[in-house]
């Protein structure tokens, strides 16, 4: 009969405790989530008007509800009228602003709070910094000429994570960069043979050289460092 009895109330404090532990999930706030990605970005700016290609890596740390960052690294090249090639190499960071995060509901005893609807959609505004190098050749093997700079660079933005599940999600994102720095500038002029000619300029003065980015990536929830 105590046995009968054991069992019967185990089964009733089952479901209570397991009552307990949805609503501290429900309830946990998205501070202090790690997410690792890979991405590949499209340069909308060049001499000859090619967009450049490349890849990278990222991850995120997020540090409450609206607020998130993002770390990354990019390589990009682009060709120049066929006659030379641009390699950027970006590495920096974001801070990714939530207009639209729900609030994290709080926890109370008397019962247990549902969490809103998960968005699949969760736009952002984005601001940041990144250290940049450039490099621009020719392809001409029997006069080559090369030019690179160092720079820094700041960029703002729009995007949005398409949330494929709890722990992956798809990001689009479109940025503008300005370059803090000389600039190397590349352009396509005839030359005295009839034939294309490439020309490659360093410039040491200031000037706020732009150009549009357009990034994908895909990321996977890697852990949750901390919560309130």
């Known amino acids: 009969m ?8 185990l089964s009733c404090a089952l ?5 307990g532990d949805s609503t501290k999930v429900r309830g946990k706030a998205a501070g202090g989530t790690l997410m690792l ?17 490349g890849i990278g890596g990222q991850f995120r740390l997020r540090f409450f509800d609206r607020v998130n960052s993002d ?13 030379g090639k641009r390699t950027d190499y970006h590495i920096g960071w974001s801070v990714l602003f939530y207009p639209f995060v729900p609030e994290s509901p709080k926890q109370t005893r008397v019962s247990t709070i549902v969490r809103p609807k ?18 621009v050749s020719n392809r001409d093997p029997l006069f080559p000429h090369t030019e690179e700079r160092w720079s820094s660079a700041i960029q703002a ?3 949005t994570h398409w949330m494929l599940s709890r722990s992956f999600d798809l990001s689009l994102t479109s940025q503008y960069m300005m370059h803090l720095g000389g600039d190397v500038h590349a352009h396509v002029a005839p030359g005295p043979n009839g034939t294309d000619v490439l020309f490659i300029e360093k410039q040491d003065e200031l000037s706020l050289e732009g150009h549009l980015l357009m990034t994908l ?11 309130r």
Not at 2 to 9: P, V
Not at 15 to 19: G, Q
Not at 37 to 53: D, N
């Open 157 to 159: 933005g729009l995007g």
């Open 217 to 227: 990536s895909l990321n996977v929830r890697m852990a949750d460092l901390w919560s």
């Open 15 to 19: 479901p209570a405790m397991a009552a």
């Open 71 to 83: 770390w990354f690294a990019d390589y990009i090249t682009s060709d120049i009228g066929g006659l």
């Open 37 to 53: 990605g890979m991405r590949t970005t499209t340069s909308l700016f060049s001499e000859a008007g090619v967009p450049g290609m």
């Open 118 to 135: 998960d968005r699949k959609l969760v736009p952002y505004v984005l601001a940041g910094h990144c250290f940049d190098y450039t490099r």
């Open 2 to 9: 105590k046995k009968i009895i054991f069992f019967f109330l």
